[in-house]
């Protein structure tokens, strides 16, 4: 059946848990809560979506931090 769905759509090297990886982790870095991404994932809590996908929000924490420096100095 998958088989099928990615053929039907165009992406027969790509497998739907690889767009669900995506989407998830696109919610992340648009600052979607992560209340919110656990519940569209179905993941049973929160901690999983975090653990999972905190990754996604290194490059936004370093240029949080980074707009620390000037005021640091």
Same mark, same amino acid.
Do not use: C, F, W
């Given at each position: 059946?998958? %088989? ?9 090297? @790509? %497998?739907?848990?690889?767009? %669900?990886?995506?989407? @998830?982790?696109?919610?992340?870095? $648009? ?5 919110? @991404? ?11 979506? $975090?653990? @999972? ?14 707009? $620390?420096?000037? %005021?640091?100095?």
């Amino acid at each position: 059946m998958e %088989r099928v769905v990615r053929e039907t759509a165009g992406l027969p090297g @790509v %497998r739907l848990h690889d767009l %669900r990886h995506t989407v @998830v982790s696109l919610l992340m870095e $648009l600052g979607v809560p992560p209340h919110v @991404v656990q519940a569209i994932a179905r993941h049973a809590d929160v901690k999983l979506t $975090l653990k @999972v996908y905190a990754h996604a929000n290194l490059d936004a924490m370093r240029q949080a931090l980074g707009k $620390l420096d000037g %005021r640091l100095s």
